[in-house]
Structures are given as structure tokens and as C-alpha cells.
């Protein structure tokens, strides 16, 4: 089972910048695809951004393309989103997870190691 733990969030006004870190332990890491997922207050848990084990394929949900960028480093096991533009409605909690798989998939049930997560909060 990986470790994931997940750090960078906090509080931003629109139209700032995060960038979200998940540092892992445990050796699936570099051989998995890994992704980031939000849930709001009220809403169902979504997909944000997933990369696969190599960093060659990228997923993004459409109300994050263009402003987030998903990006791993396998030497340090750690995974990054660096978050561009935020808008309120980026609020929520943000986690980090390791899919079964080496390539990517977006479904929450691919998914089987998760963090903690971290507060992402935008305001107006």
C-alpha cells in the first residue's frame, strides 16, 4: 500500500496561483498512473488531472484545462499540480491517488491508494 500525503493548500484570492504537492512512499509509485481528484461541499468527488506512470499521457477535467498542470518527478516519488488562475469554484478539498493502472483513467474506482487531502480556497 502507498503512502501518499498531500501539502501546498491553503487560502488565495481569484485569480492566484497554488501548486499542490503528494509525496509518496512505498515502490507502486513510479509504476502507476497518478491523479488529482476535488470534492466540494455538496458535490460528489470528481477528477481533476491524472498523468500516467511515465509523464508521456495527461488527463484534465475541462474547467481546469489551460490553467492546471499536472507533473511528476519518480526520482523523488512525488507528485505536483500547479493551479493557475483559481476561481471560487475551484474550492475544495483536494487529494492525491494512485491508480491500479499504469496508463490513464479518470474513474475514482481505478484508483486504490489515496491522501489525507489538502484544502484548496479561493475566494472572490
Known amino acids: 500500500q502507498v503512502q501518499l500525503v498531500e501539502s501546498g493548500g491553503g487560502l488565495v484570492q481569484a485569480g492566484g496561483s497554488l501548486r499542490l504537492s503528494c509525496a509518496a512512499s512505498g515502490r507502486t509509485f513510479s509504476s502507476s498512473a497518478v491523479g488529482w481528484f476535488r470534492q466540494a461541499p455538496g458535490k460528489e468527488r470528481e477528477s481533476v488531472a491524472v498523468i500516467s506512470w511515465s509523464g508521456g499521457s495527461r488527463a484534465y477535467a475541462d474547467s481546469v484545462k489551460g490553467r492546471f498542470t499536472i507533473s511528476r518527478d519518480n526520482a523523488k516519488n512525488t507528485l505536483y499540480l500547479q493551479m493557475n488562475s483559481l476561481k471560487p469554484e475551484d474550492t475544495a478539498v483536494y487529494y492525491c491517488?494512485?491508480?491500479?493502472?499504469?496508463?490513464?483513467?479518470?474513474?475514482?474506482?481505478?484508483?486504490?491508494?489515496w491522501g489525507q487531502g489538502t484544502q484548496v480556497t479561493v475566494s472572490s
Open positions: 491517488a494512485v491508480s491500479k493502472f499504469r496508463t490513464v483513467t479518470t474513474s475514482g474506482t481505478d484508483f486504490g491508494s
